[in-house]
């Protein structure tokens, strides 16, 4: 039978209780600061496994789960904490959504409104945000519009999100729609971004939606009818019926979702607009003289 390196030096059997209790602690590193943790991904690359837990925030969850060696970051600080240098504010991916939405930044763009981790991602893309992760010895940025969670390897892991203090003004807005009716049944939702030149011109506009939870899809026809547009009696409406084109199929779930997509969208649109166009009447105009 063969025998264990300690038993060999120690002349005695170890129990099988305690063998196993070794074992599950080399499998698992608890490091205490960001440069640690990178370095053990330095050491065993591919066998990396992140154990975070799930971002209220951005929504991406990382329970550590697999073959090879664990990496416990729960306990580092720089995947939940906040802070500014007066030009950024960097967010730890897995920082509580509560502390976020009090930012003052993170107010500032959001508004006051409740806002969940799917709707985070999508406007802080809009607004042009990085995000920095934590992968072999070293950390890399991506920006976050472009940037799915799925699509990291498994030896990396989201650090957390940087964003310019200096903020486009960019108006937001959302809609969910629930519907069971059979094949019918489903869960639609629609983001809208957009950027106004004072009230009549829209310099940008992002559009996407989600159904049933999956990834987020650009409605990018819709976003290239609006940009650069001027404002006039059915410039959303227009740029709205475009969103049909997203479902394809004659089966009658499609042809519902055709139906319920178009007036989500020019609800979100009118909403963004109006919150744009109040944002700048209340801006304070310099007095000119004449």
């Given at each position: 039978m063969l025998r264990t390196f300690r038993q060999v030096?120690?002349?005695?059997r170890i129990p099988r209780v305690e063998?196993?209790?070794c074992m599950e602690a080399t499998k698992v590193a608890?490091?205490?600061?960001?440069r640690e943790a990178l370095g053990l991904a330095f050491v065993h690359?591919?066998?990396i496994r992140w154990r975070a837990g799930k971002s209220g925030f951005l929504g991406f969850e990382y329970p550590g789960d697999g073959e090879g060696v664990i990496v416990d970051v729960r306990d580092v600080p720089d995947f939940r904490e906040i802070q500014s240098?007066?030009?950024d504010l960097q967010i730890g991916a897995f920082a509580e959504i509560e502390r976020v939405a009090r930012e003052?930044?993170?107010r500032s763009a959001f508004g006051e409104k409740p806002f969940g981790p799917e709707a985070a991602r999508f406007r802080l893309g809009a607004l042009g945000a990085q995000l920095i992760i934590a992968g072999m010895g070293a950390t890399r940025t991506a920006q976050l519009d472009a940037f799915s969670a799925r699509e990291l390897p498994a030896n990396e892991i989201p650090l957390a999100v940087k964003l310019k203090a200096d903020l486009p003004k960019v108006a937001f807005a959302d809609r969910r729609i629930r519907k069971r009716d059979g094949v019918a049944t489903f869960e639609l939702r629609i983001f809208v971004a957009l950027a106004l030149a004072g009230i009549h011109r829209i310099v940008s506009a992002t559009i996407a939606y989600t159904l049933d939870g999956a990834e987020p899809v650009a409605l990018t026809s819709v976003a290239e009818a609006l940009t650069g547009?001027?404002?006039a009696r059915g410039t959303f409406a227009g740029a709205a019926r475009?969103?049909?084109?997203?479902?394809r199929g004659d089966d009658e779930k499609t042809s519902v979702l055709r139906r319920t997509i178009i007036p989500l969208v020019l609800s979100a649109l009118k909403e963004a607009y109006d919150s744009s166009r109040a944002g700048e009447e209340l801006r304070p105009r310099r007095n000119i003289r004449r």
């Open positions: 030096l120690l002349g005695q063998v196993r209790l608890r490091p205490r600061h960001l690359r591919g066998r240098d007066g030009r003052p930044l993170i547009a001027m404002i475009r969103a049909a084109d997203a479902f």
